[in-house]
Structure formats: C-alpha cells, structure tokens
C-alpha cells in the first residue's frame, strides 16, 4: 500500500502546474473531428483524409440520415467510405478494405512517435470528461479504457496515458499508474501528422500504368498500387509548383493515374503455373529460387504463346475495364489517355499498341474491297445485262447483228455509236457506263491481288530487316514475336512512355535490323523512351531507326533548373581543359610559324592616304582564330515514331550515384516511381498537348566564395567560369 502511494502521487511540478490551471477560468470549446482510415489486419499507422474529404465526411455523419446508406467517394474518386461500416473500399482495383474512424483524442504510440487515435466510443468519453473539467474547474481525472489502460487528465495541457505492466489479479484490482507514461493530445491540429492536400475535382488526363515483372515494383517491395500513389503525389506537388499560374486561372485540374495489375492474373490459381513450377524447384537455396519464379520467369512467361496471350488479355481488358468504369462514374470527362509500362510493362504495351487496328486504315480497305467487289461484278456482266440495267434492251439485237460483246462495246467512241443509227440519249447512256466501268478499273491497286488476307493492315515496322542466315518466322507484326490474338483498346492512347524499357533489345534479339522511318503506331502518335544512365534493363532506340549516325539521347532537365551541379562542374572542368590546350596550341603555332616576308616599298598613291584610309586586310588564319564561325546544330530524323521528334530521354544521375555505377545499377532501374524530373516531363508533355505550358522556369545562383574573390553568377547565362578560384564551395537560392 505505501508503494501504491507513492506511485499516485503526482509530482511537486504537476501539483505546481495544475493549482494554476485551476486558478485560471477557461472556456469549453468542442473538439474538431477528423476523418483517419488504417488498412485493416495491419499494425499500419493510421492515416489522416484531406482536410475536403473529412469535410465532407463529417457532414454525412452530421446530416442525421441512415449512416448504412450514405456512400462518400474520397481520394480523387478512387476509394469509397461506406459511412455506417466505417470502411475505405477501393473502387477501381482490388484491395484490402481499410478501417475509417471519426477521431478526436490521440496517445503517443509505442513504437514511433506517431499518434495513435482513440476509439470512437472512449473518445466520446474522454470528451466528456474534459468538458466537465473545464466547466467545473475539477481536473486530475481518471479514466479507464476498453483496454483497461489508465488516463489521467492532469491540466488542458497534461494528460497522460499508462498501459498496465501486468495481468489484473485474483481481487480484481483497477491498473495503477505503472509503465511509462505516453502523451494523450485532443484535437488533430495538437498532434505532429501532415494533413495530405486536396485533390482537384476536375481530371484533365488520364494514365494507365503497367509494371514490370515480379509483384513488387521497387527496393521496399511495394506494390503496384502503392508505387503509382507515390508517382501521383509527386505529380500534384510538381502542378503547383511548375503550373500555378494555369491552376489559378482554372485552367487545368490533375492528371490521374491507374495501376494496371497483371502479376497477379498470371500467377493466380486459374492458370496453375505456379503449381507446375513448385513441382520441378529444386529444395535447395529456396528463398532465391522463389524470388527467380516470382520475378524472372516472367520474361518466359511472355515469351511463352500461352501464357503470353494471357498477359496481354489482362494488361488490355485491365485499361478497358478501368477506362469504362471511369467514364461511368465521371460522365464529364473529356480529356485523353496515355499509358505507361514499367520495364516487362513496355514491351508489352508495345507489342500491344503495334497490334492495334488504325481505324482510317479499317475504312480504307473497307472502301477498298466494296470497289473491288463492284469491279469484279461488272466484269461478269454480259452485253445483255449493261443494256437491261441501261433500260436499252430493244438495241441488243443491233449489236448481235455487229457481233460485239461487252469489250467491244467499251471500246467504240461517240462517232461509231452514231454511225449505227443510235440516237443521242443511248448514246450518252452508253458512254456513260463504259466510262465509269474504265474509272472502276484504274482505282485497283496492283499489289491487292497479290497481298495475303491476313496481311492486310501489316505495320511497316522493318524496312530491310531480316536476317538472311536464320529462317525467321515473321508474324503479324514481323518482328518475330510470338503469335497470339492482341486484343484492341476501347480509347486511343495520346503518348506512350517507357520507363527501363528492353524494347530496343527484344527487337534487336527477334531479328529486326532497322525501325522503318515512317513508322507510327496505328493509334498512338508519341512515345518516349525514358530511362537512367545506370539502369541495366534499359536500352536505346533512336540507333534502330537512324544506324549510320552516332548521337547522344535527350538530357531531361532537373525539376529545379538545367542541370545537377555536378554535371555543371564536369562539364565546366572539361571546357576549361579545351581551352588550355587551345591556347598551348595557338602559342605553338606562333613559336613555330616562319617569319613574314618583309613589305615592299609603298606606292606613291598608298603613300598619300591616311592610315584610316588605307585598306584593312586580315590573314585567313588570324581570321579563323580570332572570329571562328559558329557551327549550326544538325537536325537528327528520328522517325515519325514520336511525330518527328525525339524520344530517347535520359534522366541525369544524383552526385552520390555518380561515385559508383554498378552499386546503384538496381536502384536506378526502380527510381522512376518517385523521380520528379519523370514526373515533370510526364506533365510538360501532357499539357503541351492541351496547349498549356508550364510556368516560367526557376532561375538560379550560384554562390562562389575564394580567398580572392567573392561573386555572383547567374546559372541561366551560361556555365560557370573557374578561373582564378582557389577554393569554391556552392549553394543555391530560387530567384523571385
């Protein structure tokens, strides 16, 4: 009993604290709710709504209707909150249902420093209590929880919570003030956790995102869904920042972007394969076994005409299924789509967009073949049925009398059909019809006799491709792909991005020399090929349409200005080199160039005029070397396979990856879910096809100090001069 005691004996600074709460009168001001939801059957922390969508959430709660009925979409629209279940439901993708809870009070948890929300019920019960000690000016209240643990109201400003050290006894004893005492806060705005921002309401595009293999995208082996929430959020900072100006005027809202999942499909319990591959594993080394059958085979998978059909039904009926119930629950959407593969994901949206049927192409060969068929029924036509569709049948017996048939009837001229006898209107009606039988003949083209069926429509991708060694069997597409049904896209995708992409390799390995030039996806006019300078899956495409010239791809610019600073430095370094050499060079030349001849005499005339008037003449050398000419930059043809620019885009490497390439290989080709200068490319591109550019780019300083000099360059002028500078150290400011 002494040890209990002295356990609830608050210390002298409490007792201090609290005599003063208790001298001074406060008011009682209700608590503010906010919205939280945590994934269930998880140790997750719990995370916080936007502040728009626990609006709106606690006007259900407060509108006094039946909680079971009330459906509230939150997240940009893709999630639920089934209001009388307390449940987050996912609308487009299959996910775990997360828990929702209305909080008010919070207790610091165990194992971080996050705060952990009471249960709706004890919270209730906590602000009871706290309302009755503000009114009443009585505090040092005890209050049990569900979980039998112990909080202590001390003062507005002291309240603690203890869990108790062990199991209650025989006699039923209340838990004591044992443990180590946690905050308890009330209210959201007194607790350390960052509000997310909210989403605007209109949606202007819409992209589709496709992973690579195995069923984590990155090193924290996240998911899809998880890797592309990460990729969207980066994308709404990078609005405000690089497109205030238009998002003020009301001009554009947010891009929207949706996981397609088709890992799961192929290794679900439907296709068996997982089954088949456990029986032939070996038992030994079995964690990197597993990861090699998650992961690695799924390059054999695709390569596999089962399996790969399989994928490519899930990745097209995915983006169809999404896209259509998109459209049903925003009606008002009259933006475009864009899709996006990771990896695996882009060779497969490539094979899938080359299969693609172009619909101009489709009404073409439909007008096509309802001509030919119209031909092929005039040349079956006898002289008897010309005339009987003439309504000229009383002549027939006069052409059997010269003996001609159809062929000699469209050879005769006006002159011939009058010295006949026939009068003018049958006459026009006859020529007529042998001209437009003539015209019907000239629209055949040539090659369609000789053309398969089936290769009608064929994309000219190679030009001059094949490999004269090796039989290849080059199907619809002749790349040597597998031979499956490709399924068609219910929209038509405005740009393709590929991120780490072995497109270039998979072409180059089926046999394909050389990308045709004129080549474009039947119906997606841009594509861009994005990758890290480190990333070993990646590979180039420009060289497969242009082979004889070697150049380098586009540098995507950092989302803070031109260039990292170390590229600036190596760069500066190498140009400052160039020109000591020249110089050592030009100094070389002088020492060592002959001497000059000395002048003849002037002349009598050149001796009478001034020197300003005598005429200036420079050394072609001397020329050259003072004013050198400025070399114009060469346009490189890339193909229409991005509308006739560019789409080799290389992201710039971070200065601690640039100290060892090979220890970075992995995470470079996984930094494109998070990376912002990807995610500013991705919009520049998106709402430059809107006709809306982005704001004025940041300009920068760069800051120099040296024993001898102290000054200021601005970074947008040029690249940065190092003469003269003994030691330099740099930071920079954003200007305005």
């Known amino acids: 009993n002494q040890g209990m005691s002295s356990l609830e004996a608050p210390p002298p600074s409490i007792s201090l604290k609290t005599t003063e709460m208790m001298e001074t009168p406060m008011t009682y001001e209700a608590v503010v709710p906010h919205w939280f939801y945590r994934i269930q059957d998880t140790r997750g922390s719990w995370n916080p709504f936007s502040k728009e969508d626990s609006d709106k959430l606690e006007e259900a709660y407060c509108s006094g209707q039946n909680p079971n009925s009330i459906v509230i979409p939150v997240c940009g629209g893709r999630y639920d909150v089934y209001l009388g279940g307390r449940r987050r439901v996912s609308v487009y993708w299959d996910e775990e249902d997360s828990l929702v809870q209305r ?72 838990p004591s003030e044992q443990g180590r005492p946690r905050t308890v806060k009330r209210g959201v705005e007194n607790i350390a956790v960052e509000i997310p921002q909210g989403e605007p309401a209109q949606i202007d595009h819409l992209v589709f995102m496709v992973h690579g293999i195995g069923p984590a995208c990155d090193l924290q082996f996240r998911s899809i869904v998880q890797c592309v929430n990460d990729f969207r959020l980066v994308s709404l900072n990078l609005m405000h920042a690089h497109f205030k100006k238009a998002q003020e005027q009301e001009q554009i809202g947010r891009v929207e972007f949706f996981p397609v999942n088709w890992h799961s499909a192929l290794h679900a319990d439907a296709t068996g394969v997982d089954r088949d591959i456990q029986r032939i594993t070996l038992p030994s080394i079995g964690r990197l076994r597993q990861f090699t059958n998650e992961t690695l085979l799924d390059l054999f998978f695709y390569n596999s005409p089962t399996y790969c059909q399989t994928i490519v039904n899930t990745v097209c009926g995915e983006m169809n299924r999404i896209y259509r119930l998109f459209l049903e629950r925003n009606q008002g959407f009259k933006g475009k789509v864009s899709v996006t593969g990771h990896s695996l994901g882009s060779l497969i949206l490539f ?11 489709r009404n073409h060969q439909r007008v096509k073949a309802s001509e030919l068929r119209a031909e092929a029924q005039m040349r079956r036509q006898t002289l008897r049925d010309v005339l009987q569709e003439l309504d000229l049948t009383e002549l027939l017996s006069m052409f059997e009398k010269e003996m001609m048939d159809t062929e000699a009837l469209s050879m005769c001229t006006e002159q011939d059909l009058k010295d006949l006898g026939i009068p003018l209107g049958p006459r026009k009606k006859i020529l007529h019809h042998m001209q437009h039988r003539e015209q019907m003949k000239d629209c055949d083209c040539p090659t369609q006799d000789t053309t398969h069926p089936s290769d009608v429509g064929q994309p000219p991708l190679s030009s001059g491709s094949t490999v004269n060694m090796v039989n290849y069997e080059y199907f619809d597409v002749g790349i040597g792909q597998v031979k499956i049904n490709y399924p068609q896209l219910s929209f038509h995708p405005e740009i393709f991005f590929a991120w780490g992409s072995p497109i270039g390799m998979f072409l180059t390995v089926r046999g394909l020399k050389r990308i045709d030039p004129k080549y474009q996806f039947p119906t997606c006019k841009r594509f861009f090929n994005i990758y890290h300078p480190f990333d070993p899956v990646a590979y180039r495409m420009e060289p497969i ?14 989302h803070k200005g031109r260039k990292r600073m170390h590229l600036e430095l190596k760069e500066g370094l190498t140009r400052m080199g160039t020109d000591i050499l020249g110089s050592l060079r030009v100094a070389w030349q002088t020492f060592t160039r002959p001497p000059v001849p000395s002048l003849p005499p002037p002349t009598a005339e050149a001796a009478t005029l001034s020197v300003s008037e005598l005429p200036l003449t420079v050394d072609k050398a001397e020329k050259s070397e003072e004013a050198p000419e400025k070399e114009e930059p060469v346009h490189i043809d890339v193909g229409m396979l991005n509308g006739g620019q560019r789409f080799d885009y290389v992201l710039q490497e971070k200065p601690i990856e640039s100290f060892n390439e090979y220890l970075f290989a992995l995470q470079s080709h996984l930094c494109y879910w998070t990376s912002e200068d990807t995610a500013l490319l991705f919009l520049k591109e998106i709402y430059q096809s809107m006709e809306i550019s982005m704001d004025q780019p940041l300009q920068y300083n760069w800051i120099m100090h040296s024993p001898h000099c102290e000054f200021t360059v601005r970074r947008s002028l040029g690249p940065l001069p190092l003469k003269d500078v003994d030691r330099c ?7 305005g």
């Open 545 to 558: 349409v242009l082979r004889d010239v070697d150049f380098e791809p586009m540098l995507i610019p950092h």
């Open 729 to 735: 150290f740099y930071e920079y400011t954003v200007i």
């Open 351 to 361: 094979d899938m967009l080359t299969n693609q049927n172009d619909p101009s192409l």
């Open 103 to 174: 909080c008010t009070w919070f207790f610091k948890g165990d194992k971080d420093s996050k705060y952990v929300p009471y249960p709706e019920n004890f919270s209730e019960t906590l602000e009871t209590a706290y309302m009755e000690a503000v009114v009443l000016n009585e505090w040092k209240k005890r209050l049990e929880s569900p979980s039998r643990d112990l909080v202590i109201l001390h003062n507005p400003k002291l309240m603690v919570h203890y869990q108790p050290s062990g199991a209650m006894d025989d006699w039923g004893a209340t």
